[in-house]
């Protein structure tokens, strides 16, 4: 079963972000603080939407999402910003409900497309990713600024 998350769930989906993050060897970067978390998911402008797959009325895995936007299709399309399946979960469909119930929000929404990114190392993901049809955008390298980095720019 797939279905949006609500506040309630805020423990759960921390939970959730900090397995993701274990198994993508970036526990380090997680430092989010959940009342933050929820003022961002849930609050009067939500940055973000998340769903939750569900077995036996636990969570075995979610995705976290937001709006983006392609100037070249003059559409909105959805960013899947993160994916998880529990370990033990895996194989089960989880994964793949949950990449259609976005695929179905982005159609139902009039998006243009579904996007997101893989680490380079993780090939489960990358040949999962490949038997539902998806296209690497290997042309394409993803740059960042935060914290310092982040400031300073915003300083002029």
């Avoid at 409900?97 to 993901?125: F, K, M, T």
Wanted: aromatic fraction near 10%; charge should be negative.
């Amino acid at each position: 079963m797939i279905r949006p998350a609500t506040r309630a769930d805020i423990p759960t989906i921390a939970r959730l972000i900090r397995m993701l993050a274990e198994y993508e060897r970036l526990a380090h970067e997680v430092v989010f603080d959940e009342e933050e978390l929820a003022k961002h998911l849930f609050g009067p402008r939500p940055a973000a939407e998340v769903i939750l797959a569900e077995a036996e009325g636990a969570a075995v895995g979610f995705a976290l999402f937001f709006q983006s936007f392609s100037t070249f299709l003059g559409k909105p399309g959805i960013y899947l910003e993160d994916l998880f399946v529990l370990p033990e979960h895996r194989g089960s469909g989880h994964g793949k409900a949950l990449l259609v119930h976005l695929a179905q929000l982005a159609v139902q929404r009039g998006c243009g497309r579904l996007e997101w990114s893989v680490l380079d190392w993780n090939e489960p993901a990358l040949g999962f990713y490949r038997t539902l049809g998806a296209t690497p955008m290997a042309e394409w390298t993803v740059h960042r600024l935060t914290g310092d980095a982040l400031a300073r720019l915003a300083r002029g």
